[in-house]
C-alpha cells in the first residue's frame, strides 16, 4: 500500500518562498508518479507539477502555467521524496496543497490513486 506524507506547508507573505516534501512509500510499481496537487476554497482542484521517481534523468514537469517560472519539482531518491520548490508566491497560490501517486503520469486527479492529506500554504499579500 502506498502512502504519502507531505509537510513544509504554512504562511508567508507574498515575494516568499517554500519547500513542500512528500515521502512516499510502498510498491514501486503503484507509485512510479508523483504529483503535487492544490485546491482553493470553492475552486477545483488543479495538477501543479509531475514527476517520474523511478527514473535519475527525467525532469519534473510544471503543468501549471500560473506557477511555471515560480515552481519547480524534483526529489531525493535516497530519501523517497519528492519535493515541490515554490518562490515568489502569490496569495493566488493559496491553498491545500496535496502530494498524488499513481502508476503514470496523467493530466488530472482521476489518474492517481494514492493521495496524502495535504498542507495548507497561505501567502498574505
Known amino acids: 500500500q502506498v502512502q504519502l506524507v507531505e509537510s513544509g506547508g504554512g504562511s508567508v507573505q507574498a515575494g516568499g518562498s517554500l519547500r513542500l516534501s512528500c515521502t512516499h512509500s510502498?510498491?514501486?510499481?503503484?507509485?512510479?508518479?508523483v504529483a503535487w496537487f492544490r485546491q482553493a476554497p470553492g475552486k477545483e482542484r488543479e495538477e501543479v507539477a509531475t514527476?517520474?521517481?523511478?527514473?535519475?534523468?527525467?525532469?519534473?514537469?510544471v503543468v501549471l502555467d500560473s506557477v511555471r517560472g515560480r515552481f519547480g519539482i524534483s526529489q531525493d531518491n535516497a530519501k523517497n521524496t519528492v519535493y515541490l520548490q515554490m518562490n515568489n508566491l502569490k496569495p493566488e497560490d493559496t491553498a491545500m496543497y496535496y502530494c498524488?501517486?499513481?502508476?503514470?503520469?496523467?493530466?488530472?486527479?482521476?489518474?492517481?490513486?494514492?493521495w496524502g492529506q495535504g498542507t495548507q500554504v497561505t501567502v498574505s499579500s
Open positions: 498524488a501517486a499513481g502508476s503514470y503520469c496523467g493530466n488530472s486527479d482521476r489518474a492517481f490513486d494514492y
Open positions: 510502498g510498491p514501486t510499481s503503484d507509485k512510479r508518479c
Open positions: 514527476k517520474y521517481t523511478d527514473t535519475f534523468t527525467s525532469a519534473g514537469i
